[in-house]
Each structure stands twice: as C-alpha cells, then as structure tokens.
C-alpha cells in the first residue's frame, strides 16, 4: 500500500467532494487548508455552478481569486450542499471544529444548507471528541466570565492571543473537555452569557464524512 501524505489524502477528498456538487446551484463552502484544496478544485467546474456562500474572509479571498462569484447568505434562500473540513470528527459524525476560527460563520452556513459533507483526512477520524481543543467565539467582555464558566465544566480554556475572527470577537480553546456527550457539551457552552458559538458541531450532525485514507477516500455516512 502506498503512504499517502496528508495533503495527499486532503487533495483527493477535496477532488472527491466535486461529485457532490450540483449543477447550476449556490455551494456552501467552509474553511481551512483542506477546504481551499477544494476551492482549487471547484475552480476547474466553475462553469456549472452559479456561485458560493463562503463561511470566512480568507474561503472568499480565494474563491474571488479563481474568478468564483461569492454571495451573501442573508440574500439567499436554503443551499443544496456545503463542503467543511473538521478538526476531529466521530463515529456519529460530530465534529470538532474551530481550528482556523471560522467556527461561527461555518455553522451558520452549515445551517443553511440541505447536507453538510465533511472531509477530512483519516488523522481527525476519532472514536472520542476532544483531544483537539474546542475553539469558542466570546464576546470579548466576556472573556473572563465565560473562561470561569469552561473551567465549570471541567475545561483548561486558553486565550488565542492576537486573534480576532472575521466578526470581531475572541476565541478561547478549551483543553480537556471531557465530552463524553456531544450534543449536551455543546448546548451547555453556547447557553454561557457571551458565548456566540461553540465549535462542537453535533447538534447538526455531517451527512456524509468523506475520508482520506492510505487506500483510498472512503464514504461513511
Ligand atoms: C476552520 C475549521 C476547519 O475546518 C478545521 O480547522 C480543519 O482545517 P484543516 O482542513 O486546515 O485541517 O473548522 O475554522
């Protein structure tokens, strides 16, 4: 068996996830270094797509750079289908995401579209969530307040010093969390005064995961 790189195996889920692209429709698309391998991607059918809405400032720099028309999501109805990465992600399909910081606007999209596929290379593939931190978007008067609350729920959350997401807020990665239940973790975080989203995506659980292995790219759904 051939060893794959990491970028290989980013490279053929992004060249994968082209299948799930519907003609003549609006595409959600996340963010991250596996994402813009897919933006790359999409810029070779450009031709049979209307559009994107783009979940962060840089997904829109590099789709606007492939000559890709972006719009705004409050202008547009539902999305077929959007196209994420994730930092780990489970058995069930809950993810942890947040890495580059776009957690907010990447669950509003997410939200928005009728299927959500992930892709991901088979080193985020996890039977437990949470070894990668959980990246929270606060409010930043609230910084310290919801930093007591993380540690309430048995969290060692960390500033992300000198970083300030696209919607002008901070972020706070959250060490050891013990998320034994993705979904409670995640309601319980976002219901802290000053918390404008969690990076645990399990509510909204993906549809399809498309993973990057040694032997190829596997569908799990
Ligand atoms: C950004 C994200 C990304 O999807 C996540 O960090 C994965 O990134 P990469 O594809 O670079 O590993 O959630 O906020």
């Known amino acids: 068996m051939t060893t794959l790189t990491q970028d290989d195996k980013k490279r053929a889920v992004a060249r994968k996830a ?11 698309v996340g963010t991250g ?37 972006v719009f705004e999501l409050t202008n547009i ?38 299927e959500f596929i992930c892709i991901a290379d088979e080193a985020k593939y996890v039977a437990k969530l949470g070894t990668f931190p959980v990246a929270v978007e606060v409010i930043p008067m609230a910084r310290s307040l919801v930093a007591r609350e993380l540690v309430h729920l048995g969290g060692h959350p960390e500033w992300r010093q000198g970083f300030v997401t ?34 645990i995506f399990a509510r909204q659980h993906a549809h399809v995961l498309l993973l990057g292995t040694d032997s190829g790219v596997k569908e799990i759904r």
């Open 77 to 114: 109805g539902e999305l077929p289908v959007y196209i994420d990465g994730a930092d780990e992600i489970n058995h069930s399909l809950h993810r942890i995401k947040g890495g580059g910081g776009a957690l907010t606007r990447e669950k509003i999209v997410a939200a928005s579209a009728q």
């Open 166 to 199: 696209d919607n002008g807020n901070l972020i706070l990665d959250v060490h050891n969390l013990e998320i034994l239940k993705p979904v409670e973790m995640e309601t319980a975080i976002n219901q802290i005064p000053g918390v404008v989203c969690c990076g």
């Open 18 to 28: 082209i299948d799930f692209v519907p003609d003549n429709a609006l595409i959600g």
């Open 33 to 69: 270094s596996t994402v813009n391998f897919f933006i790359d991607e999409l810029a070779r059918i450009k031709g049979r797509i209307d559009g994107c809405v783009s979940s962060s400032d840089a997904s829109t720099a590099r789709l606007k750079a492939h000559g890709i028309p």
